[in-house]
């Protein structure tokens, strides 16, 4: 029997106008409807995977040390510098199209995805040796470490399809369990792995087992048969999306290298590990932002053609990841050595330095993965191109000046400037573009509440704060004291921003 290229019947395409038509006013409700439970769904997801990754990111930090980190880091890098020259953004492509994918498109893809991988991987076993004319002190094991985590990009490639299906018809449900598992193996392998001494390879292990898991779980989820195709001619069309906005991933693979690259090559893997722990830490309110991101990406495709009901879907959007970003920001500044000291352990609060400033970039840097997510759903992925361009070359001629200057906090303030100064321009861009966001005003009661947390936090709690439980309490009540605000401010706002799409009443407002 040839495999059903069909769908299960609640997720079937919702439009099935002529792409560039205005959708249904059931499909909106649809979409409304779909969207919503997608925040509600993946914010419970992230709730239990954080709590894994939380427990899991302690326990890794405490059982390694910033060396090991360091050299991980450098080998993810030099692994997705091979894989940036096989992926063609067929992925992307996919979840863009306006029409429901054919079965033999999927096929295609399938299959392209997986020559690409099986590529890659061949190039990295020969070429592997060469990491350590890039970086010197890396251990001799390094070569094999880069080779065995090459073997996820045929787990991830074999996944595709699957997760863009979901991921299309907005499945959150089912993309949650997925996230789940995926990220509850990698720590629970990790973690156990490190706690028996295998430092660096524990953290390549947690990738391969997550990558397996990740593959069974999702054709358990969205089973796929592929047939035995690979259509150029259903292939160009994806591509031409795909291509540039590949490019667009490109670009910020380059701006992102400069910490593996410049740093790992010019300061050592040590300093390269603080600096790494330092950006992730920071970087945490980027959580949300991602869930928003994963949801916003189909969901603005579905809606481009409805200008008011993308710019006030895209400003809710912002307002919700602001509102949480800005707690963060709020608390790594004001008390960033209680939270390293009682959280990851003494050893890091050598990088506190770089935590508040990573933490104050981010304070406007989460806006660039949601602005970027609603200018490649209306199809302007050569924009994102070109404003990505533009601070990946600022990134590159700061950097090193500055780190040449004042060593590992000269990195950092660096790698700063053209994430804010990037973002200024970002929010300029929008307002113009996407003017129903109403971006400037979704930003002030997210920034009022983080002013009033951070003044608690450095005048009145920090010093209350240096054991775990008193820790605990006054991040809890910084944490209620930034909800009151954001209520007291903005009530209307923050209630439309949790819903994501306006009613039909909120739209005429």
Known sequence: MEPSAKLPPESQPDNAA??????????????????????????????????????GQIALARLLEPREFGVYAIVQFALSFF???????????????????SHRELSSVFFAQVLISSAV??????????????????????????????????????????????????????????????SITFYIVAAVLA??????WALVAGVLAQGTAGLIVAYALCPFRPQLALDRALLRPILKFGVPFQLNRAVGFVNAAVTPLYAGSKLGSRPLGLITWAQNTAYFPLKLVEIVGRIAFPLYSRLQHDQRLLGESFGRSVQLCAAFTA???????????????????????????????????????FLSPLVGAVLDSTGRPQLVLRLALFWTSLNWIVVPFTTARWGMLGFALGYSVHV????????????????????LRRLWSPAL??????????????????????????????????????????????????????????KER
């Open 195 to 200: 706690w028996f001494g295998l430092g660096v």
């Open 327 to 365: 707690y963060f920001v709020a608390l790594f500044c004001g008390m960033g050595a209680q939270v390293t000291a009682v959280v990851f352990g003494e050893k890091w609060l050598v990088a506190l330095p770089l935590l508040v400033v990573y933490s104050g970039a981010i304070s406007i840097g």
């Open 18 to 55: 002529h792409p560039g038509s205005d959708l249904s006013a059931e499909a909106v409700e649809k979409l409304k409807s779909r969207a919503r439970r997608g925040v509600a769904i993946l914010a419970g997801r992230t709730a239990l995977v954080q709590l894994t990754v939380f427990a």
């Open 121 to 182: 991987i061949v190039v990295v076993f020969f070429a592997a040796d060469l990491s350590r004319f890039v970086w010197p002190d890396l251990p001799a094991a390094g070569p094999w470490l880069l080779r065995a985590l090459s073997l996820d990009l045929l787990l991830t490639a074999l996944r595709t399809i699957p997760s863009i299906l979901m991921e299309r018809e907005l499945l959150f449900g089912k993309l949650a369990a997925l996230d789940v598992v995926v």
């Open 449 to 506: 509440g983080g002013a009033l947390v951070y003044l608690l936090a450095k005048y009145l709690l920090a010093a209350h704060s240096t054991g775990a439980l008193r820790f605990m309490g006054s991040a809890a009540l910084l944490l209620a004291a930034h909800a009151g605000a954001l209520f007291l401010f903005d009530r209307r706002g923050m209630l439309d921003a949790l819903k994501i799409v306006p009613t039909g009443e909120e």
């Open 83 to 101: 894989v940036f020259f096989g992926d063609a953004g067929l992925g992307g492509g996919l979840i863009q199209k306006s029409s429901h994918p």
């Open 420 to 439: 804010v100064v990037g973002n200024l321009v970002v929010v300029g861009l929008t307002s113009t573009l996407i003017p129903h966001s109403r971006l």
